[in-house]
């Protein structure tokens, strides 16, 4: 099993980014996948899910109507774009996989740092 995320680094306050991460190693559709992110001294903390299908979505109010998390089931990949980008939402994204408390996997992480 493999999470691979990517597309991580710099960006001024405002602007945008979006993350991928590529699965392997499992039945991708079966799982639902989450972002999670943990900022320094803070509690890692869920930012966003999407369901197996693909069909439904939530966000941390923290981040509403400014990130949209996506998939690709033909690709194994999930996708979370970062619009709107504010200094608090500085912090390593770590991409999770989840189906059971057995079957339950994470990436390394990317890191996300906005600031002028």
């Known amino acids: 099993v493999q999470l691979v995320e990517s597309g991580g680094g710099l960006v001024q306050p405002g602007g945008s980014l979006r993350l991928s991460c590529a699965a392997s190693?499992?039945?991708?559709?079966?799982?639902?996948m989450r972002w999670y992110r943990q900022a320094p001294r803070k509690e890692r903390e869920l930012v966003a899910a999407i369901t197996g299908a693909g069909d439904t979505t939530d966000y941390a109010e923290a981040v509403k109507g400014r990130f949209t998390i996506s998939r690709d089931n033909a690709k194994n990949t999930v996708y979370l774009q970062m619009n709107s980008l504010k200094p608090e939402d500085t912090a390593v994204y770590y991409c999770?996989?989840?189906?059971?408390?057995?079957?339950?996997?994470w990436g390394q992480g990317t890191q996300v740092t906005v600031s002028s």
């Open positions: 190693g499992f039945t991708f559709s079966r799982y639902v």
């Open positions: 999770n996989a989840w189906r059971t408390s057995i079957t339950n996997y």
